[in-house]
C-alpha cells in the first residue's frame, strides 16, 4: 500500500486545517491507522488513532483539537485539527498500524503543516 498525504500548509494559530491520507489499497489494519507528526529535529510521534471499531486515541498534546475520520470504501483518512498551536508545526504522515502498534507500510509522502503568525 502506497500512502500520500495532503492538505497542508500555513495556518495562523487558532486556525484549522483538514489534512487527507489516500492509500492505494485497502487502509484495514488490524491496529487500525494512524496520523503521524514529525516535528523539525524531533522524532515521529503518533497524534492520532482510529481502531477498525472507529475507537479513535490521542496524546494529551492534541486532545480535543484534532479528530480523526476515515473513510474505508474511499482507502482515505482524515485529520481535522482546530485551535493550532505553532508547536503543531511538522510534518505529517499516515500509516497502518499492526497488531501491537508498529507502523505496517513504508512512509510516503508527508504533507508540511506550518503554525505561524
Known amino acids: 500500500v502506497q500512502l500520500q498525504a495532503s492538505g497542508g500548509g500555513l495556518v495562523q494559530p487558532g486556525g484549522s486545517l483538514r489534512l487527507s491520507c489516500a492509500a492505494s489499497?485497502?487502509?484495514?489494519?488490524?491496529?487500525?491507522m494512524g496520523w503521524y507528526r514529525q516535528a523539525p529535529g524531533k522524532q515521529r510521534e503518533l497524534v492520532a488513532r482510529?481502531?477498525?471499531?472507529?475507537?479513535?486515541i490521542y496524546p494529551d498534546s492534541v486532545k480535543g483539537r484534532f479528530a480523526i475520520s476515515r473513510d474505508s470504501a474511499k482507502n482515505t483518512v482524515y485529520l481535522q485539527m482546530n485551535s493550532l498551536k505553532p508547536e503543531d508545526t511538522g510534518v505529517y504522515y499516515c500509516?497502518?498500524?499492526?497488531?501491537?502498534?508498529?507502523?505496517?507500510?513504508?512512509w510516503g509522502q508527508g504533507t508540511l503543516v506550518t503554525v505561524s503568525s
Open positions: 482510529i481502531t477498525n471499531g472507529d475507537f479513535t
Open positions: 500509516n497502518g498500524l499492526d497488531a501491537i502498534g508498529h507502523v505496517r507500510w513504508d
Open positions: 489499497g485497502s487502509i484495514y489494519s488490524r491496529g487500525g
